[in-house]
């Protein structure tokens, strides 16, 4: 997901700030609880009672809580809750702002439940408080290990709630468990060594018991995976890697998901796999960014795969390179794979999978509703597949400009479109069932992609090139609307920025969405226009959250900008609800 914009940033993809390289040494666990900054501000309302599974379960149609950091198991990101709406959006306020300690980009998605919002911040900080006041109750205060090495800014992007617990992947690489009435640290385990590049950003996912998260670092040469560890004990379950231990050559596929040819030297491939073997599978990337999907019936597990290490050298890693930029199936149970699909073999582009799918049913091409599963790529498409075994069934129209695809880098940079942050980049769609639309927040920055060979650095930044944005050429973002049931875009509207941050669409016919700018925005689900803007004062870069509390409904955005485009820093949540 590497990623790195604004023309002020382009000479050597954005230095080393973006990418948080700081070198120190592993602490151990029991260190870290014995440690651990938790300042109790006042004690958190007994009517924080533990989520139960059912809970979970149920989510999507809770308009009261949002327990997850999409919404529900599917991540169609949709609040039920109807009184915010078309109608009287114009006349949304803040009800509070609350102020954290870190001014740093914000990419968090809070978790609200019984009137107790918990949200995070870049450098791992937990804060619970009050959903309705913002009076804050305690704020946790992550001890980082010695060696945090990360891609893209110190980002958090949310916990998992279950029973009485809070679950949070760290940028040092480990996994910990904090009680959700007092923040004081439960257990904590190392989930992988950051010195060799590894680190957490996004939000876990729990499901019976179990806690899933994935791995940072395809720009590091880590070998990616996901693992699931017990929610009571912190105990490793079972580990999927996304980069299997053979096969990782896959089918030398010519042609992408859409069926252009991507120009490889397929015959200069097989000869280095000949010779060199496939020792490279250990450090071939993979990462996996956003929290998957959980089909509950099947009991799947689905998640997006990221770019292959090193992101633009490609010599030395020949093959499809098997599962980069795929949509992953596995067993929730033991971690088994069930099937994949990739979008792009042998991505020399950085054009990874990143925005997490979504689970919804959709019309076949016989106008059967299927279940299925959907995904906004980095390429500027909204990919809709067969839940049941992958299966492609429809891309979208192009969201953004597909210029000189698949143009390979050189050694003095070579101009393609979509640049290397999309597209959708890894901001979280949205779905409504009433209007049968996905809300894809996209961008576009025409860029250039320089080659140039690289050996593997030992867990240090690993790009084989670089990727720069274009002085002469404008930037913008693309809020665009998709009928899953057809691919056919509805409406589009267009920003001064490109966009990064993800998308809420509600039953009240609302679509929200941020702009790097500040600006906060509302739109009709159905048409696009815009109903009504609110300037937050630093970039609005997260997905918006909506609860109620006694029968009032709230809409919730962070607003800290972001370190990979480099839009302006804050330190705010914001709270919105009719006067």
């Not at 002020?8 to 014995?34: D, K, M, N, W």
Request: charged share 20%.
């Amino acid at each position: 997901m590497t990623g790195f914009s604004r023309t002020s940033l382009a000479p050597l993809i954005v230095a080393l700030g973006a990418f948080g390289i700081v070198t120190s040494h592993e602490a151990r666990a029991a260190e870290e609880i014995q440690n651990a900054n938790t300042t109790q501000a006042s004690p958190v309302p007994s009517s924080l009672r533990p989520i139960s599974q059912q809970q979970l379960d149920g989510a999507a149609g809770d308009s009261a809580s949002w327990l997850h950091s999409n919404g529900s198991y599917a991540e169609t990101r949709y609040a039920p809750a109807t009184q915010i709406n078309t109608s009287n959006v114009a006349k949304l306020r803040p009800a509070f702002i609350f102020q954290t300690a870190v001014m740093e980009s914000m990419e968090t998605a809070p978790i609200v439940s019984n009137g107790v919002m918990f949200l995070t911040t870049s450098y791992n900080h937990v804060y619970a408080i009050d959903a309705v006041t913002g009076k804050e109750f305690w704020h946790y205060k992550h001890k980082m290990g010695p060696v945090t090495t990360f891609c893209c800014g110190p980002n958090n992007r949310g916990v998992a709630i279950s029973g009485n617990r809070l679950f949070m992947g760290t940028l040092d690489s480990k996994l910990v468990a904090l009680d959700a009435k007092t923040g004081n640290v439960l257990w904590s385990t190392q989930i992988a060594d950051p010195e060799e590049g590894y680190s957490e950003t996004m939000a876990p996912v729990v499901v019976d018991d179990k806690v899933l998260i994935g791995t940072n670092g395809g720009e590091y040469g880590i070998r990616g995976f996901v693992k699931a560890f017990d929610a009571n004990s912190g105990q490793l379950l079972w580990t999927f890697y996304t980069i299997p231990d053979t096969g990782s050559e896959g089918v030398w596929a010519e042609n992408d998901a859409v069926g252009r040819n991507m120009k490889r030297d397929i015959a200069a491939e097989k000869k280095t796999l000949a010779d060199k073997g496939t020792d490279f599978n250990k450090t071939l990337g993979g990462g996996v960014w956003m929290a998957p999907a959980i089909d509950r019936k099947t009991r799947t597990v689905y998640f997006v795969v990221g770019n292959p290490s090193p992101d633009l050298y490609g010599a030395i890693r020949p093959g499809d390179n098997l599962y980069t930029d795929s949509l992953v199936a596995v067993d929730l149970d033991t971690g088994k794979y069930k099937w994949h699909f990739q979008y792009i073999a042998h991505d020399v582009w950085d054009l990874d999978a990143v925005s997490p799918p979504i689970l919804v049913d959709v019309k076949d091409k016989n106008g059967q509703m299927i279940p299925a599963i959907i995904h906004g790529g980095k390429t500027g498409f909204v990919y809709v597949h067969d839940r049941r075994d992958g299966k492609l069934i429809r891309i979208s129209e192009a969201m953004i400009p597909q210029e000189g695809v698949w143009t390979l880098p050189t050694s003095t940079g070579a101009r393609m479109l979509p640049g290397a942050n999309g597209g959708v980049e890894w901001s979280p769609m949205a779905f409504s069932p009433k209007t049968r639309m996905a809300y894809a927040a996209n961008l576009h920055q025409p860029m250039t992609y320089q080659v140039e060979e690289a050996a593997y650095p030992g867990g240090k930044l690993w790009l084989g090139g670089a990727f720069k944005t274009i002085p002469s050429e404008q930037q913008w973002g693309r809020l665009v609307a998709v009928n899953v049931d057809t691919g056919k875009i509805a409406w589009a509207y267009k920003t001064d920025q490109p966009l990064i941050g993800g998308v809420l669409a509600t039953a009240g016919g609302l679509v929200f969405n941020g702009e790097g700018n500040g600006l906060f925005r509302a739109f009709d689900a159905a048409t696009g226009r815009k109903l009504w803007e609110f300037q937050c004062g630093a970039g609005v870069n997260a997905p918006a959250v909506s609860y109620m509390v006694n029968g009032k409904q709230y809409v919730a955005v962070a607003a800290g900008g972001n370190t990979q485009l480099d839009f302006k820093r804050g330190n705010s949540l914001l709270v919105f609800a009719l006067p």
